[in-house]
């Protein structure tokens, strides 16, 4: 949601309204939700606001949408967005937002202005993504049959990667940051295994790497495809597998430097 | 037949239930939503270890756990007047196939190409499973009466 700067007395109706309309919508997209949701939001926010035919179309990576207002006024406009993750608090205000427009239809005024507010709101602390990193990985690794010593290897590296995360975060190029991700817990795995006698390395891996992986994306891709949104969850299928392939090229790399099997 | 109940039951439920908060907070599911994502998560997997535990087949789980949490999931929704996915994100974390795609591409990378056939189609029978059980209830959802909008 890049402050769109625009002189507002020269737009018409229709330009006002899909602007607020797709800044919600790309809202949504940027912080988890689904394609089809995202599709309804701007469709269900135009005609809130008096459009008499809205067609959109979006897939994880651009929102196209034209709206043609009973005034006689349209609009066609167009969202690339660039980086995505999983922010559902946010994605619960736009929700919350997108709803009371549909119902009391607030002025659009208003909400520009609650717009930019959630844009800057937050849940939590940036840090909490440490601690959070921390206990999620150490849960894994016991969860996927680790014991002491690896839910305590997990519970430090898990926490590393959520500083590498944390330091990352819409800096570096997203494939790059898991190959990095992936060859620093890798290394750090087989050293937790050497220095704790009978640890699994690749018990605390597994753990670790429950913070890397995109399975959620997987299991949102299929659903993509089976909901019918072809597009959006076959590029999401594919971003996906590349991702775990980074992760397991990250884990080679961390293995051909320790000279060992993890 | 094993007992139902044993150590490695309550292990992984709770190391279920604290992995899936971990992955809540990541997910930025706020401090008031937690218990139920969690309880979510909790749910899923005893589905899945359930439905395993009396031989069923892996898409057989991973479909009836992500449907039984995503019928939880609608109902916290309109209970805690959020949307779903606040409470299904987290709560399908124990069952989505994260480690099965690593393991796909790191045999792939390895050359290894039989155990890497083994591990693609886990991943993807308990990622159709997943995506299906979501999908049918939605659908189901999608289907019932719903409440007049003022």
Redesign the interface.
């Known amino acids: 949601m890049e402050a769109i700067k625009v002189n507002v007395e020269q737009e018409s109706l229709a330009e006002t309204v899909l602007r607020l309309a797709l800044d919600v919508g790309e809202g949504m997209l940027k912080n988890?939700?689904?394609v089809s949701?995202v599709e309804n939001t701007i469709e269900r926010i135009c005609r809130a606001w008096g459009a008499v035919h809205v067609e959109v179309f979006s897939i994880i990576s651009v929102i196209n949408a034209t709206v043609h207002m009973s005034d006689g006024t349209r609009s066609s406009q167009m969202r690339r967005i660039r980086a995505t993750g999983?922010?559902?608090?946010?994605?619960?205000l736009l929700?919350e937002l997108s709803r009371e427009i549909?119902?009391n239809k607030l002025q659009t005024e208003a909400v520009d202005a609650r717009i930019k507010e959630i844009k800057r709101s937050?849940?939590?602390p940036r840090l909490?993504?440490v601690p959070?990193?921390?206990?999620?990985?150490?849960?894994?690794a016991?969860?996927?049959g680790g014991g002491v010593a690896e839910a305590v290897a997990a519970l430090f590296i898990g926490a590393l990667l959520g500083v590498i995360e944390l330091l990352a975060a819409g800096r570096v190029n997203e494939l790059a940051k898991t190959v990095v991700s992936a060859f620093v817990a890798g290394i750090l795995s087989f050293a937790a295994a050497l220095l704790v006698r009978g640890a699994g390395s690749g018990v605390i891996m597994?753990g670790t790497?429950?913070?890397l992986?995109?399975?959620?994306a997987?299991?949102?891709?299929?659903?993509?495809?089976?909901?019918g949104d072809l597009i959006a969850g076959g590029l999401k299928t594919l971003q996906?597998?590349l991702t775990?392939?980074m992760?397991?090229?990250g884990?080679?790399l961390s293995m051909a430097v320790m000279g060992g099997a993890l | 037949m094993s007992a139902f109940f044993t150590v490695n039951f309550f292990v992984q439920h709770l190391t279920a239930l604290l992995g899936t908060l971990g992955f809540a907070v990541l997910f930025k599911v706020r401090a008031r939503h937690l218990p139920y994502a969690g309880v979510c998560g909790l749910l899923t997997w005893f589905v899945y270890y359930t439905v395993t535990f009396f031989g069923g087949t892996l898409f057989l789980a991973a479909f009836a756990a992500s449907a039984v949490a995503t019928v939880f999931a609608e109902c916290c929704a309109r209970v805690r007047r959020a949307p779903a996915l606040v409470f299904l994100v987290p709560g399908t974390i124990p069952i989505v196939p994260g480690s099965d795609l690593y393991y796909t591409m790191r045999y792939l990378l390895f050359g290894d190409f039989d155990v890497f056939a083994n591990y693609l189609m886990r991943a993807l029978l308990v990622g159709i499973g997943i995506g299906g059980g979501i999908v049918a209830v939605s659908v189901a959802v999608s289907l019932l009466p719903k409440k007049e909008q003022k």
Request: hydrophobic share 60%; glycine share 6%; charged share 10%.
């Open positions: 988890g939700g689904e949701r999983t922010d559902m608090y946010k994605l619960e929700n549909c119902l937050a849940a939590y909490v993504t959070a990193s921390a206990v999620a990985a150490s849960a894994f016991v969860f996927f597994i790497i429950m913070l992986v995109p399975g959620v997987f299991g949102t891709a299929l659903r993509d495809l089976l909901c996906s597998i775990a392939l992760i397991a090229f884990y080679l």
